[in-house]
């Protein structure tokens, strides 16, 4: 499609549209999109490609949120996804070269599966554990509650890493090993890790246009769990469980990002944990169309789209695709438009943005 047509529909944001898609009241009147995250690369792509800067200021010390505000609202979306501030985990990293098309300065960033600043006693003795509630950590958070466009929320995000902390503090393996050889060790950085997030949580419940909050915890890969059924419920799921009732006493939906296969611990999700939307969703496991047969009376879904699909695919089966997804998953409410994960760097812009444009021309 022609870059001067592509996404040239009027958009008009709602988060209480949003809100009401996720808690499942009705069919929406339109088709509301929902992302974990755009790359950056992605981001300033969007921006250069369709001018969406051109009135902003770069040297302007907000130039970046104003940005992320007008990329969000030119993609589709009805919210900012807004995390803690100056508090930073240390891990020990891998870097290797970044080869995506919209490629990333200084490469690629991984933790370390053998090993990790926490895989012996002494590393938990010595570690600089962050502080949620140092002053500066609501800095953006205050920031967007005084500027951010009425039409639009605030979806507090980056919070409830219980899986994938325990594993990138202590290196997977080592993790493996200490569940049988020192549980200690590990119910003790299972504690440090939930006091953290229950008070990251306290501070995002604070602000009124925060609306909904976002756990981000992959717990799984392609065939099962990272570690036992029973292990994910003691270890991960009972922190999950304490941030869902905090967002729910505070009339807040709670969101759970989660990569991989989850079958053994969805029935605990849904009925003790409490989540009200499920995202991550990879066709290798399963198609977000056959979840929302499973699931869909009992909780929302968000993406779906697959990654690899979008990457390996061309734009008329992309529509075909979003067409298709929203002809199973839309009706009724409980479903919001989006990626299997999220808007990565090294899916071609082209495909993502198509399957934005189809989403908001679908039912018009």
Known sequence: MEPKTLLSRSFQPNWQGLLDAIRRKDTPDRVY????????EVRDAIAARFGLTERLDPSDPDFEKKKYIAVQRFCGIDYVYVSLSDVQWQFDLLTTDDT?????????????????????????????????????????????????????CII????????????WLMGYESLCFALYDQRDLVEAVHQRILAFHRTEVDLYLQFDRVQAVWGSDDMGFKTGLLISPDDTRRLVLSGHKQLAAKAH????????????????????????????????????????????????????????????????????????????????????????LGTGNSVANYIPLDNYLAMVDEGMRYGR
């Open 156 to 167: 507090a995000g980056g919070t409830g890493h219980f899986c994938e902390l325990l594993s």
């Open 33 to 40: 999109f929902m992302e974990l995250f755009h790359d950056a």
């Open 249 to 336: 006493a505070a009339g807040r939906p709670y969101l759970l990002h989660s990569c991989g296969n989850l079958s053994d611990v969805m029935e605990d999700l849904i009925d003790d944990v409490g989540i009200d939307a499920k995202h991550s969703f990879e066709d290798t496991i399963e198609d977000v169309r056959d979840a929302k047969r499973a699931w869909g009376e009992r909780l929302s879904l968000i993406g779906g789209i697959d990654v690899d699909f979008l990457c390996r695919s061309d734009e008329s089966a992309i529509r075909q695709r979003v067409r298709d997804t929203l002809d199973v998953c839309h009706p009724g409410g409980g479903y919001c």
């Open 100 to 152: 995506a098309a919209l490629a990333r300065q200084g490469g690629r960033r991984y933790t370390d599966e053998h090993t990790g600043p926490l895989a012996a006693r002494e590393g938990f003795d010595a570690y600089p554990w962050p502080d949620p509630s140092t002053p500066s950590a609501t800095r953006d958070l205050e920031w967007y509650e005084k500027n951010l466009p009425e039409d639009m």
